[in-house]
């Protein structure tokens, strides 16, 4: 009997030998969380919209092979609930769905009828609003968590460096979008919201490796934003038949085979020379039509509104008929315009615009503000100028609710994914005479003050 009871014993000893200890852990610290200080409006149609959005998340999550991604929408309820989860690549089956539970059941405690709110845990991320998201890849936000003490020698702060780096470049391209890696004594792994693109990624992973790199020699780092996160750390956080081999994917494309080499050459030489013609043909295009916009459409962490054209605008509005106009406000008339890919859009027409500083503020704001998107804002598409005359294109909105924006003064506004920053945004004008004083002021209260 004993010889048999020893044996069960070193069984069950070797059996939770084997479990990795990776393996029955949701990573439930949480990272970074917020809510949104609007409520939603019918709150109890909402929440019941959101608890069917967290039902399905859950489902699908749960689902096999689905990849620790998931998205889920109740778009046509009374109060529209848009939801989105995520688990890191290696946290995956049960630990996931276990993360998923902890990280809904605080955006339930703490944002309560909240119209937006985001729970960043270690191993997951559970985000919601009123509108879609998805897209979203950078915001304003954007944070580092580092942690730990520093690790004593240089090697390892070049060594976290370089993995960071490595990342940033290959999980673009990586399926998935996520990977972890291992060098030089650091673990690493970077994910991008699946739904961000490749280019989204690429643009959120570089400004997250930002941020991380400034945690070395710290043992521990982290970086936080709407589309992706970044993790290291001098001790392994996954298990290790979950890394990649990045080289795969820092090496764009090269080939082994002559023909292929020998062809992409050829190909290249006439790809180069195609490449040359429209760069040419778009700068004298550009040079005739556009006029200089500043750093208006720059690569900034903030995407830039769209710039159109001041012709297709003109179209649009049917050259600002009176029969589309919209209402007039005291710095400009709005007129509803249909785009030619059927969009309809708003079109605010100012004439006044002095001064080089006034069009600099210009540039710089409508850029901040295209870039918040609020269900009690209306959102700013993009902009367009021609001599003096500037117009700015917002959404459109049939139910009236336009007015108050386009004709109105101040809104305060709280995004849930603006990381607790307070943003007054005036889209009104102070004008004397004929010289507008300011565009818009945005004036940011708290830790973030993207405008001075
Ligand atoms: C949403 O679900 C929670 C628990 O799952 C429940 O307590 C709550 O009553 C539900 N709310 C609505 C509006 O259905
Ligand atoms: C999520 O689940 C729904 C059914 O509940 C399914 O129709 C949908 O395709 C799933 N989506 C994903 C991304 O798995
Ligand atoms: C990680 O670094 C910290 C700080 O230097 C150190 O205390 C810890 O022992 C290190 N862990 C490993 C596994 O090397
Ligand atoms: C990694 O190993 C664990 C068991 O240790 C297994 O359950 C899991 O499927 C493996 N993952 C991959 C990607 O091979």
Same mark, same amino acid.
């Not at 119209?115 to 936000?141: H, K, M, W």
């Not at 080089?356 to 598409?381: G, Q």
């Not at 108050?404 to 305060?412: A, E, N």
């Given at each position: 009997?004993?010889?048999?009871?020893?044996?069960?014993?070193?069984?069950?000893?070797?059996?939770?030998?084997?479990?990795?200890?990776?393996?029955?852990?949701?990573? @439930?610290?949480?990272?970074?969380?917020?809510?949104?200080?609007?409520n939603?409006?019918?709150?109890?149609?909402?929440?019941?919209?959101?608890?069917?959005?967290?039902?399905?998340?859950?489902a699908?999550?749960?689902?096999?092979?689905?990849? %620790?991604?998931?998205?889920?929408?109740?778009?046509?309820?009374?109060?529209?609930?848009?939801?989105?989860?995520?688990?890191?690549?290696?946290?995956?089956?049960?630990?996931?769905?276990?993360?998923?539970d902890?990280?809904a059941?605080?955006?339930? !405690?703490?944002?309560?009828?909240?119209?937006?709110g985001?729970?960043i845990?270690?191993?997951?991320?559970? #985000?919601?609003?009123?509108?879609?998201?998805?897209?979203?890849a @950078?915001?304003?936000?954007n944070?580092?968590?580092?942690? +730990?003490?520093?690790?004593?020698?240089? %090697?390892?702060?070049?060594?976290?460096?370089?993995?960071?780096?490595d990342?940033a470049?290959?999980?673009?391209?990586?399926?998935?979008?996520?990977?972890?890696?291992?060098?030089?004594?650091v673990?690493?792994?970077?994910?991008?919201?699946?739904?961000?693109?490749?280019a989204g990624?690429?643009?959120?992973?570089?400004?997250?490796?930002?941020n991380?790199?400034?945690?070395?020699?710290?043992?521990?780092?982290?970086?936080?934003?709407?589309g992706?996160?970044?993790?290291?750390?001098n001790?392994?956080?996954?298990?290790?038949?979950?890394t990649?081999?990045?080289?795969?994917?820092?090496?764009?494309?090269?080939?082994?085979?002559?023909?292929?080499?020998?062809?992409?050459?050829?190909? +290249?030489? +006439?790809?180069?020379f195609l490449?040359?013609?429209?760069?040419?043909?778009?700068?004298?295009?550009?040079?005739?039509?556009k006029?200089?916009?500043?750093?208006?459409?720059?690569?900034?962490?903030?995407?830039?509104?769209?710039?159109?054209?001041?012709?297709?605008?003109?179209?649009?509005?049917?050259?600002?008929?009176?029969?589309?106009?919209?209402?007039?406000?005291?710095?400009?008339?709005?007129?509803k315009?249909?785009?030619?890919?059927?969009?309809?859009?708003?079109?605010? !027409?100012?004439?006044?615009?002095? @001064?080089?500083?006034?069009?600099?503020?210009?540039?710089?704001e409508?850029?901040?503000?295209?870039?918040?998107?609020?269900?009690?804002?209306? !959102?700013?598409?993009?902009?367009? #100028?021609?001599?003096?005359?500037?117009?700015?294109v917002?959404?459109?909105?049939?139910? %009236?609710?336009?007015?108050?924006f386009?004709?109105?003064?101040?809104?305060?506004?709280?995004?849930?994914?603006?990381?607790?920053?307070?943003?007054?945004?005036?889209?009104?004008?102070?004008?004397?005479n004929?010289?507008v004083?300011?565009i818009?002021?945005?004036?940011?209260?708290?830790?973030?003050?993207?405008?001075?």
């Amino acid at each position: 009997m004993a010889p048999l009871i020893l044996v069960a014993a070193l069984a069950l000893a070797a059996a939770s030998a084997w479990v990795p200890r990776t393996a029955a852990d949701p990573q @439930t610290t949480l990272l970074n969380r917020g809510c949104s200080q609007y409520n939603a409006t019918p709150a109890v149609a909402f929440l019941s919209a959101l608890n069917s959005t967290f039902e399905q998340l859950r489902a699908n999550l749960s689902a096999a092979g689905a990849g %620790g991604f998931a998205t889920a929408a109740e778009p046509r309820a009374a109060a529209p609930a848009f939801g989105m989860a995520q688990c890191r690549p290696y946290v995956t089956g049960r630990d996931c769905v276990a993360c998923f539970d902890a990280a809904a059941a605080r955006l339930r !405690r703490d944002c309560g009828a909240a119209n937006g709110g985001r729970v960043i845990l270690d191993g997951c991320v559970v #985000r919601y609003e009123s509108a879609t998201f998805y897209d979203q890849a @950078t915001l304003p936000g954007n944070t580092q968590l580092c942690d +730990g003490s520093a690790v004593p020698g240089g %090697g390892f702060m070049d060594a976290a460096r370089a993995l960071i780096a490595d990342l940033a470049a290959a999980v673009p391209r990586a399926p998935g979008l996520a990977a972890a890696a291992t060098s030089g004594g650091v673990y690493a792994a970077a994910q991008c919201v699946a739904t961000v693109g490749e280019a989204g990624c690429a643009q959120c992973l570089n400004v997250a490796a930002g941020n991380i790199g400034g945690c070395p020699p710290n043992s521990d780092g982290r970086a936080v934003d709407a589309g992706c996160f970044m993790r290291y750390s001098n001790r392994s956080f996954f298990p290790a038949n979950a890394t990649v081999d990045l080289a795969v994917y820092l090496r764009s494309g090269k080939s082994s085979r002559k023909g292929a080499i020998i062809g992409g050459i050829l190909g +290249g030489v +006439g790809f180069l020379f195609l490449v040359g013609l429209l760069t040419f043909i778009m700068i004298r295009r550009s040079r005739k039509i556009k006029p200089r916009r500043g750093d208006l459409l720059g690569a900034t962490e903030l995407r830039g509104p769209t710039s159109f054209y001041y012709h297709d605008l003109k179209v649009a509005t049917n050259s600002f008929s009176e029969k589309g106009k919209l209402g007039e406000g005291g710095f400009g008339d709005v007129y509803k315009g249909l785009l030619k890919n059927g969009k309809t859009v708003a079109v605010k !027409r100012l004439i006044v615009m002095e @001064t080089s500083r006034a069009k600099a503020d210009f540039e710089s704001e409508v850029k901040l503000i295209s870039n918040v998107h609020h269900r009690n804002l209306v !959102r700013l598409l993009g902009c367009s #100028r021609k001599g003096s005359e500037f117009l700015l294109v917002y959404e459109y909105m049939a139910n %009236g609710s336009l007015d108050k924006f386009l004709f109105g003064m101040c809104t305060q506004i709280y995004d849930s994914l603006m990381f607790d920053a307070w943003y007054v945004i005036c889209l009104g004008f102070r004008a004397s005479n004929k010289h507008v004083k300011k565009i818009f002021s945005i004036h940011v209260s708290g830790s973030y003050h993207l405008i001075p």
